[in-house]
């Protein structure tokens, strides 16, 4: 192809395979990540399955295509295409089903995404690397390097075409059932192309076939009961998948398949999740809780402590959630308003908090992806701007999921050393009597203080809080050992190995009743859960709180 003349080139029937199947790939590598993620989380454990998956495939296709080349033929490249599609048909219709069988398997959490990555994209992305080495040795150019070099080119061309489309179009645009079977479509269309003028019956009969196959796996979809309730709105975002689900009188907010905030559809006023109480627990460790006049929630989810602080305390609330379809949701569904006193900023919270001027009495940091916390909002400097933009007399809590203590404990001792080197002095609330991983609220005051458990219950008697803080107060902690682990920086934060021992362990959480006045205790599994229902979990003492995830979002797709 010369570049001075581009009138000039025609691509062949090769270039338009090798093409499409680049588009293909990467546009399948993308979807991947949104396919793998409610069960397995966004981590950088499961994004090195995906890519290495990937490339692994594409390796084994290239190499083999390459000792048959001399077998090369647009037929043969036809079904090639035609058996892509047919796995892409058989992704759209199983997924969910194997994904929870993959997730059964005994295997170390860094490890546990992997064979489902391999079981739904290493057949289709090794037929794809067939392409390539097919296309060089049907090409019409001369020499090996110029006919390398020419599909290569192609190749990648495709592979861009195929991530920029799927990431700013097809994701925001489309279900993902929906991408999944444009692509099916792309490729038996491609298939079909590569049979013209003439039409064997048999690449003719099996396109029409696979197109079949690929609207019954996108109209029927597999027969299953939804434990959750009934749906009542889903999307797919910029960030993540968006589900609003009603069960009873409970309306639930889904993100990437995990609970992150809920509603009582009678009386929206109560804490379904009970860990939302914990919250208010700042207005013990200020000077006078009337001079508390501006609060920060770092993440939005349905925007439950926002709207609780906002009707019980004469505030102004600012919310930081990055993904404005949350926001949204939260307006239609779980009865957001802004007004004088409420406003959502659309935004990453570490950035909002690096350009605002404004300094707050209270910061919230509860924004999650999926049960992880963004990892630039774990780290020791942004834990020092949070500092920064406190009050003299500012408290900051962070909401973290891990276990108080033993195995799962790294992150929350590693979170609370980095807030401590941050701020005078730092405080822990656990959630649950019982020692599973469940939600830990760290709170860190700005002023030099040395609050005990005794302190804070008779401020709570004195104070004429609009909540009685008495229960939360009950599980102040001891400060955790925090020898073997590091402060979070952004030189060193890993903040996935720390989190990776919570994977597959009891993650426990409590709801109030329709009265609050005794929590109902319930734990799920961190990370892949086949039946992600809950269970009773006896032996609480006291009436505290978790959450299965999180009320929050924000400062990057998140809150659990």
């Known amino acids: 192809m010369s570049l001075g003349q581009p009138s000039a080139y025609r691509p062949t029937k090769p270039d338009v395979a090798v093409f499409v199947s680049g588009v293909t790939s990467m546009g399948l590598e993308i979807l991947a990540g949104r396919i793998i993620a409610p069960q397995f989380g966004n981590s950088i454990y499961t994004w090195g399955s995906i890519i290495t998956v990937f490339l692994a495939a594409l390796s084994l296709g290239y190499w083999q295509g390459g000792k048959r080349a001399d077998t090369a033929s647009n037929a043969r490249m036809s079904w090639l295409l035609l058996g892509t599609a047919g796995y892409v048909a058989i992704v759209v219709y199983a997924s969910d089903q194997l994904l929870l069988s993959a997730s059964t398997l005994p295997l170390p959490a860094r490890y546990a995404s992997l064979p489902a990555v391999l079981i739904l994209f290493g ?39 195929g991530a920029g489309a799927t990431t700013y179009f097809l994701i925001p645009s489309l279900g993902i059932d929906a991408i999944g079977l444009l692509f099916g479509f792309i490729l038996v269309g491609t298939a079909f ?112 402590g926002p709207k609780d602080f906002e009707r019980r305390y004469d505030v102004d609330v600012d919310v930081v959630e990055l993904d404005p379809e949350v926001t949204q949701a939260a307006k239609e569904y779980f009865r957001l308003e802004e007004g004088e006193n409420m406003t959502a900023h659309t935004e990453d919270g570490r950035i909002f908090l690096q350009e605002t001027d404004e300094t707050y009495d209270l910061i919230v940091l509860d924004a999650y992806q999926k049960d992880q916390v963004p990892i630039h909002l774990t780290q020791l400097e942004f834990m020092e701007l949070v500092e920064d933009r406190l009050s003299d007399d500012g408290v900051f809590l962070a909401n973290v999921i891990a276990a108080p203590s033993g195995a799962g404990s790294a992150f929350y001792r590693a979170q609370y050393k980095t807030i401590d080197e941050a701020f005078p002095s730092t405080y822990s609330f656990r959630t649950s009597s019982l020692g599973s991983v469940q939600n830990i609220e760290v709170v860190a005051t700005k002023a030099d203080t040395e ?55 009891e993650y426990v959480i409590e709801e109030t009743d329709e009265d609050e006045a005794e929590p109902e205790p319930a734990s799920i599994t961190v990370g892949p859960d086949p039946l992600a229902t809950a269970r009773p979990a006896a032996g609480l003492e006291f009436p505290t709180p978790t959450s299965p995830n999180h009320e929050a979002t924000a400062a990057e797709p998140a809150s659990p």
């Open 193 to 304: 192309a590569l049979t013209l003028p003439r039409v064997a019956p048999r690449p003719a009969a099996a396109s029409i076939g696979i197109a079949l196959l690929l609207v019954v796996a996108g109209g029927v979809g597999p027969v299953a009961f939804d434990h959750r309730g009934d749906v009542v709105y889903e999307t797919q975002t910029a960030y993540q998948e968006l589900e609003v689900i009603d069960d009873g009188d409970v309306r639930t907010l889904y993100l990437d398949g995990a609970r992150h905030s809920a509603m009582d559809l009678e009386d929206p006023d109560r804490h379904v999740f009970e860990y939302t109480r914990y919250f208010h627990l700042p207005m013990l460790m200020t000077d006078d809780p009337d001079e508390v006049d501006d609060v920060l929630f770092i993440g939005g989810g349905g925007y439950t």
């Open 123 to 161: 057949p289709p992305t090794y037929l794809l690397g067939f392409i390539s080495p097919y296309s060089a040795e049907l090409s019409e150019k001369e020499g090996t390097g110029e006919a390398s070099g020419h599909v290569y080119a192609l190749g990648t061309i495709g592979s861009i075409v």
């Open 451 to 505: 609050f005990t458990e005794d302190d804070l219950a008779a401020r709570n008697e004195r104070r004429d809080l609009p909540i009685d803080l008495s229960g939360e107060v009950d599980a102040y902690m001891d400060d955790p050992n925090t020898d073997d682990v590091p402060v979070l920086t952004e030189d060193h934060a890993p903040v996935d190995n720390l989190q990776a021992s919570t994977i597959g362990q």
